[in-house]
Every structure is written in C-alpha cells, then in structure tokens.
C-alpha cells in the first residue's frame, strides 16, 4: 500500500506541448484550425488530456487569450514530445482516443 502511494507522490512529471484544433462549427468533420497552443506538465498523456479537457471546459480555468468555444466531441488534441513524435487524440462520446495524423484536415 505505502510502495503504491508513494509511486503516485513519485511520479516524475514532463512538461508536453499541447496543441487544440477544433471546427468552425461545432459537428463538422472537416476544417480543423489550430485554436490554442500551450505547455501542460502532467505524468503522462492520458493525465495531460484530462488536464485540457478540465482547463477548457471550466469557466474559472480558461485562459483569459482563449476565443474558440468549450473542447466537445470531435476535437482534436496535438501533443508535441520532440524527437519523441507527435500524437493525435480524438475526443469522442467514450472518451480521448487516439488517432492518425492523417485525420486532421
């Protein structure tokens, strides 16, 4: 129990390039535009996305520079490691999953 908490406390965080394209429209599928860029420290991609997703869809939390609208279904999330690669989330009703570059148009 103790080597499971303080793995938690342990946990080395990485600081991630984030990018988010959306729609001009809210249920389009084509046309995605690069709305916000930013740096979010998190443990790994899936603590980044919830992260995002909380930072934009919380009034108190929006960046004051922010125009676009709220992150819905179907907007798509760019994290930038580097050397490391480039990787494309989809958020969909189940969740952020995971996609190929080629879908961002």
């Not at 389009?28 to 991609?45: C, F, I, M, P, S």
């Not at 108190?60 to 125009?67: H, R």
Request: proline share 5%.
């Amino acid at each position: 129990m103790i080597r499971m908490f303080m793995g938690k406390i342990l946990k080395p965080t990485q600081c991630y390039d984030v990018t988010l394209f959306q729609t001009p429209q809210f249920g389009q599928t084509k046309g995605y535009r690069q709305v916000y860029r930013l740096t979010v420290d998190g443990e790994d991609h899936d603590d980044v996305l919830a992260e995002v997703y909380r930072m934009f869809n919380v009034p108190d939390l929006v960046p004051k520079d922010y125009e676009a609208r709220y992150v819905g279904t179907g907007d798509i999330l760019l994290i930038d490691e580097g050397k490391y690669g480039q990787f494309f989330y989809r958020l969909s009703p189940d969740g952020w999953e995971r996609i190929h570059r080629m879908h961002v148009r």
